[in-house]
């Protein structure tokens, strides 16, 4: 009796587990379900705001090149920009903005790629986790806090360098230099997370060969990582190419076509800053050609994704 009792009542029980089991599997489902509808939602919103910037700017870009004193040739290619008296040559904000990045990527490049190896090979876990944390809150100074350092530090030592007749108040050195700063936690935090996704074997099968540390970072290491690491120099490239507060302060308030980076230069970002803060119609020449400017300014910035984009295409590693 007590047997026919056992066996009657297991399948029941069994049952019941199946039943929990199958609640629990449609209440996964649906958590997923639900998760995937707010991601999807959140990558269309981003989709359709980056849609909606490209339209606007592009119709407003538009209204300013349908001016009958506005020339595509004139725009690409001359060395004045005023537009008070009709004069929309693009190539001293280019300029401008071209030393400044360069600057700030000679400055990042080195000591972001120096500062990523040593974390990813040299440093203990100790000293990671007190370095890393060290560089994002550098990476969260306001800008405008930068700006005003470069003014009133860099720029003084760089005077004091290479003489107050050689280097100007306003320059595109210090600006360039101090944009180095900025970007450089977010070259060598990137770098640092490429170089630590190399698998560990790669490392020990160098070792195993009788390589040094400094042969496997460099040799093995590095090139393993090469697509990652193009990408965090090519993002901060963008960064600092769209960087605006620090070059508004420092760089100077008036487009002007030289390459000496100790002469006063405006970019393109410090431009649009400084026509948008002033009393100007909506309906000006120079309100206008801001977003001309800002048109340009998104669409080299996309052309260097879309470099960086191929180079990562091209070296990627996958390992298993």
Known sequence: ???????????????????????LRKRTKLHERIIQ???????????????GIVVYLGEEALRFFTLPEVTLLEFFTGTVWQPQIDE?????????????????????????????????????????STIKPTLEILAGIPTVVLGYFALTWVT??????????????????????????????LISSMVEDALSAVPISL????????????EVATQIVVPAALSGITAALILGMSRAFGEAMIVAIAAGAGPNFTL?????????????????????????????SLFAIALFLFLVT???????????????????
Do not use: W
């Open 260 to 288: 000496n980076p100790f002469e006063g230069a405006e970019t393109m970002t410090g431009h649009i800053v400084r026509i948008s803060g002033g009393d100007i119609s909506y309906e000006s020449v120079e309100y206008k």
């Open 1 to 23: 009796m007590a047997q026919r009792q056992l066996t009657n009542s297991f399948p029941i029980e069994i049952g019941e587990g199946n039943r929990k089991v199958l609640d």
């Open 88 to 128: 929309f040559g693009i190539l001293p904000l280019l300029t401008a903005t071209l030393m400044t990045t360069m600057i700030a990527m000679l400055v990042a490049i080195p000591l972001g790629m120096f500062v990523a190896i040593y974390l990813s090979e040299y440093a203990s876990p100790k000293v990671r």
């Open 37 to 51: 509808g707010l991601l999807f939602i959140c990558g269309a919103i981003s989709i359709f705001t980056t849609i």
């Open 302 to 320: 996309l052309f260097l994704n879309l470099i960086s984009q191929r180079i990562i295409a091209r070296y990627r590693e996958e390992y298993d």
């Open 156 to 185: 003084p030592i760089l005077r004091g360098v290479f003489g107050e007749n050689t280097v100007q108040i306003y320059n595109t050195a210090s600006a360039g230099l101090v944009m180095g700063i900025l970007i450089l936690p």
């Open 203 to 214: 490392r020990e099968g160098a070792y195993g060969l009788g390589a040094t540390k400094f």
